[in-house]
């Protein structure tokens, strides 16, 4: 099989699933009307994230490359976990320990860039007083 | 003469300008309130130890705010750092202009820069430099446009439509955002549906706070979002409840959906905030768009955006906001380049700023172009709006430059307006959401803006707005709806724009869709300006749609007039005009097509009735008057001075079909005249009259006061030549050798 090229959706459609592992090729209007399409068939699955961070690291943009690689940890996690490790980022919003167990349940989930980010933002947080 | 206060009247006069409302300051640079090179600005230096960058512009790392740290461990390139601030400042602005350097090289130079070298290189730059290097350093090779799309009383139907009349005009970006964030999910969904009529592909935002605006992207209903801001002090970032490790997670958010993000920034922020620690404008804006890089945003909406008016405040402020466009452009980023707030209210001064980057180019060459009317402007009004879109437009056409853009009929405009509320009608009808009536569709379809439609918001927009949340309504609803009442294509292209986020291909820099659904990015479309004949040039096809605009009038329609007062008079020739027959006459000389092609004079005259005061002045006078043709020249100086030769008191009216007039004497040289009336559109009936009486006058050897035109200070070339230049060609084509001919008039009755 040729190695897929971007842009993507102008290749085989056939060749790119979302989440539930639905074909974009599948996805259609008729079907959307039968009921049946769900909200995990337009989700993009982790596995074209990272082909795109592959295209944008040969492009020369190595950091938009590691955001979509932890773009692609984060569609594994529900929109409201999604946007509770948000929140807890924030300035003042979480103690030290609270932002170890974000990042403990990051990691757990496979979402290792993630959770090194977080550590990351404990370290100075803790420098720079931002614990809530 | 003085006012009472003493001042001149010239003084008083300019107090009255629109300049005068904008507020300018001096620079002050404790306040921020300085452009360029503030003394606080730190000596750029870097440190690397072990591959790790300790030290920038002068902070070791133990003091690194959270700014410096987010750039050392993942902005600045640290196997380049040395190389870059190795160069000297102006050996380094030389490469960004030339374009004998690879757009790409700069960027990895830029990588291995820090904020505050990056601002002293820029300073070096001349506007002209500026202009010249983005036209290089932009991402994408085809310019875009963003637009607002909002009114004030957060009306569905309406932002439908709109956002349909806004595709149709050639934006590919649409942002709304709304006063009452409850109704943000409807406004959205309206947004999205009306979006897709009239061509696929355009992308939708609704820009409200972070964790809302997130979450509308998450269900589908926009596919973009920009609202992600980022600030040059560490206090600012904190005041806007983010710090660049938050920022960079959401910037992971919205990529982990397929939604495409940028963040935003722009001068003047961190000087509102007052907490600019007494930095220069463009060195807080370098630590913005390094950040914005470093957590990895494939773009960014500066050039001044909120802020724009503190920094049009203060000395070369839009030298600034430009050079922060090319910033982002330096840093490898989708550029979409501010002129969103209205910065003066002088429209020259607003034109000013806006026009060195259209002429430059941009990924998007505004982060908001006004779609619809200031008042509906839910941003407050932006630097150009609905009310400015034939000018735009007509510059565009001027200067040729891809302003993106294209002119709209109302054929063409209507019908998709009606579709796009009526497709959003029936969504939100089939989602029980909202109900509206056959006229409030029909006031939406012509609305000018939402007074046309409804005076109050309702409470309705916002119970729609919560139930679409409490419903965990999302764009496949919307498809299913669209699909369910007959409405295909609107659902096919709201189903693709959800299906692409199962590709990601505009997760890349400074991607859009075109009308064709292929998607332009920096990997498809990049920008390769090296010169001349090199980059983005419009399409024959696009030269011809950007000349069409609603201002241009064809030959047959300037002539169009003409027509029916044709044969108003009747000028017969009646062989060579004798020469001097009697002392006591003025000769009537008229030009070629006059009475013969050219019926209408620019003054609304018909050529009968300017040629029938004439003779009346002349008559009242107790002189003898005779009309003679010159057909060998068109020129009025010309004309008048042969009916002066023929003229038995050597003195001559010579008149042009247009109705332009003079008073001639034989003994003056040719291009010499007694009085000359040039402006013909403001010579009215009783001016033709007085002319006769003069001209009847010098023939006596009087001295006649001269006739006087109205004052007025319009030009008259913008709204006349072309009809000059129409009616000339008649004039010209009548031309022929040969004597004056004497000339019988009669009026029909």
């Given at each position: 099989m040729a190695e897929l090229t971007y842009p993507l959706g102008e290749g085989d459609r056939s060749r790119i699933a979302a989440q539930s592992g639905r074909k974009a090729s599948q996805l259609t209007v008729a079907d959307v009307r039968a009921g049946a399409v769900s909200a995990v068939d337009a989700r993009v699955d982790p596995s074209t994230l990272h082909l795109q961070a592959t295209f944008a690291e040969q492009a020369g943009n190595p950091q938009l490359a590691e955001n979509l690689r932890r773009g692609a940890e984060l569609a594994l996690f529900a929109d409201d976990d999604v946007l509770r490790f948000y929140d807890a980022l924030r300035p003042g919003r979480s103690s030290e320990q609270e932002l170890l167990a974000i990042a403990a349940e990051l990691a757990a989930g496979g979402a290792d860039r993630c959770a090194a980010l977080v550590l990351e933002a404990r370290e100075h947080y803790a420098r720079r007083g931002l614990f809530g | 003469m003085a006012t009472p206060s003493g001042k001149s009247l010239r003084s008083a006069f300019y107090e009255t300008r629109s300049i005068s409302r904008d507020v300018l300051v001096p620079e002050d640079p404790a306040l921020g309130l300085i452009a360029f090179a503030s003394p606080n600005d730190?000596?750029?230096?870097?440190?690397?130890?072990?591959?790790?960058?300790?030290?920038?512009?002068?902070?070791?790392?133990?003091?690194?705010?959270?700014?410096?740290?987010?750039?050392?461990?993942?902005?600045?390139?640290?196997?380049?750092?040395?190389?870059?601030?190795?160069?000297?400042?102006?050996?380094?602005?030389?490469?960004?202009?030339?374009t004998a350097v690879p757009r790409q090289e700069v960027v990895r130079l830029v990588g291995g820069s820090t904020p505050a070298k990056i601002a002293r290189v820029l300073g070096l730059l001349s506007p002209l430099e500026l202009m010249q290097a983005m036209a290089k350093m932009r991402v994408r090779r085809t310019p875009s446009i963003q637009a607002h799309v909002t009114n004030r009383i957060d009306h569905p139907l309406l932002i439908a439509a709109d956002a349909a009349s806004a595709v149709a005009l050639g934006f590919r970006e649409l942002e709304t955002t709304v006063p009452v964030l409850r109704d943000a999910p409807l406004v959205a969904l309206a947004l999205l549906i009306g979006s897709q009529g009239?061509?696929?592909?355009?992308?939708?935002?609704?820009?409200?706070?972070?964790?809302?605006?997130?979450?509308?992207?998450?269900?589908?209903?926009?596919?973009?979002?920009?609202?992600?801001?980022?600030?040059?002090?560490?206090?600012?970032?904190?005041?806007?409840?983010?710090?660049?490790?938050?920022?960079?997670?959401?910037?992971?958010?919205?990529?982990?959906?397929?939604?495409?993000?940028?963040?935003?920034?722009?001068?003047?922020?961190?000087?509102?905030?007052?907490?600019?620690?007494?930095?220069?404008?463009?060195?807080?804006?370098?630590?913005?768009?390094?950040?914005?890089?470093?957590?990895?945003?494939?773009?960014?909406?500066?050039?001044?955006?909120?802020?724009?008016?503190?920094?049009?405040?203060?000395?070369?402020?839009?030298?600034?906001?430009?050079?922060?466009?090319?910033?982002?452009?330096?840093?490898?980023?989708?550029?979409?380049?501010?002129?969103?707030?209205?910065?003066?209210?002088?429209?020259?001064?607003?034109?000013?700023?806006?026009?060195?980057?259209?002429?430059?180019?941009?990924?998007?060459?505004?982060?908001?172009?006004?779609?619809?009317?200031?008042?509906?402007?839910?941003?407050?009004?932006?630097?150009?709006?609905?009310?400015?879109?034939?000018d735009y437009l007509v510059i565009q056409r001027d200067w040729g430059f891809e302003g993106v853009l294209r002119s709209c009929d109302d054929a063409t405009l209507l019908p998709l307006r009606r579709r796009a509320a009526e497709a959003c009608r029936?969504?939100?009808?089939?989602?029980?959401?909202?109900?509206?009536?056959?006229?409030?569709v029909e006031r939406c379809v012509h609305a000018h803006g939402s007074l046309d439609v409804a005076e109050h918001q309702t409470e309705e927009t916002a119970r729609a707005g919560d139930a679409i949340i409490e419903r965990e309504l999302t764009a496949i609803d919307v498809v299913r709806a669209l699909a369910v009442r007959g409405f295909d294509v609107e659902a096919e292209r709201v189903l693709e724009m959800t299906r692409q986020r199962l590709f990601g291909d505009h997760l890349q820099t400074s991607a859009i869709f075109d009308e064709d659904m292929h998607v332009l990015s920096g990997l498809t479309d990049p920008n390769d300006y090296a010169g001349p004949g090199t980059g983005y040039r419009p399409s024959r096809a696009r030269k011809l749609e950007m000349a069409q605009v609603r201002q241009v009038r064809s030959h047959d329609e300037l002539l169009a007039e003409q027509a029916p007062v044709a044969g108003c008079i009747q000028l017969s020739d009646r062989g060579p005009a004798e020469a001097r027959p009697r002392p006591d006459e003025v000769v009537v000389g008229i030009s070629p097509a006059f009475g013969v092609d050219v019926w209408l004079t620019l003054s609304g005259l018909t050529v009968a009735e300017a040629l029938r005061q004439v003779l009346a002045g002349i008559e009242e006078e107790g002189v003898a008057a005779r009309i003679v043709r010159v057909t060998h020249s068109i020129d009025l100086g010309m004309i008048g001075w042969t009916a002066a030769n023929l003229s038995g008191s050597g003195v001559a009216l010579g008149m042009q079909g247009k109705g332009t007039a003079l008073i001639h004497r034989a003994d003056l040289p040719v291009l010499s005249n007694l009085e000359l009336l040039s402006v013909a559109p403001l010579i009215d009936g009783a001016r033709y009259r007085l002319m006769g009486r003069n001209a009847a006058r010098h023939a006596r050897g009087e001295q006649p006061a001269p006739v006087l035109l109205p004052e007025s200070g319009e030009a008259f070339g913008p709204r006349y030549h072309a009809k000059v230049v129409a009616l000339v060609a008649r004039e010209r084509a009548r031309v022929r050798p040969g004597p004056p001919q004497t000339v019988e008039a009669t009026w029909p009755s």
């Open positions: - | 730190p000596e750029p230096s870097i440190r690397i130890a072990a591959g790790r960058v300790v030290e920038i512009d002068g902070v070791a790392e133990a003091d690194f705010d959270l700014i410096d740290a987010y750039l050392a461990a993942h902005g600045i390139d640290a196997a380049v750092a040395e190389e870059a601030m190795a160069i000297d400042d102006v050996a380094f602005a030389r490469l960004i202009v030339s009239p061509a696929p592909g355009a992308l939708t935002q609704c820009s409200v706070e972070e964790r809302t605006e997130l979450e509308l992207g998450l269900r589908g209903l926009t596919t973009y979002a920009e609202t992600v801001s980022v600030y040059g002090t560490e206090q600012v970032f904190l005041d806007g409840d983010d710090t660049p490790w938050s920022k960079a997670l959401l910037a992971s958010s919205y990529a982990s959906r397929g939604l495409k993000m940028r963040f935003t920034s722009g001068s003047g922020a961190e000087v509102l905030m007052g907490a600019a620690e007494g930095k220069s404008m463009l060195y807080l804006e370098a630590r913005c768009v390094a950040i914005t890089r470093a957590a990895g945003s494939q773009g960014t909406q500066n050039g001044g955006i909120d802020g724009i008016s503190v920094t049009a405040s203060v000395p070369n402020g839009m030298r600034e906001a430009l050079a922060e466009n090319l910033l982002a452009m330096l840093y490898g980023l989708e550029s979409c380049s501010g002129n969103d707030t209205q910065m003066s209210a002088s429209d020259m001064r607003r034109t000013a700023h806006t026009l060195p980057l259209l002429l430059a180019g941009s990924d998007f060459l505004f982060s908001g172009y006004g779609s619809i009317p200031t008042y509906d402007n839910s941003f407050g009004p932006s630097n150009f709006n609905a009310e400015d879109l034939d029936a969504v939100l009808d089939e989602l029980e959401l909202m109900r509206f009536s056959d006229d409030e």
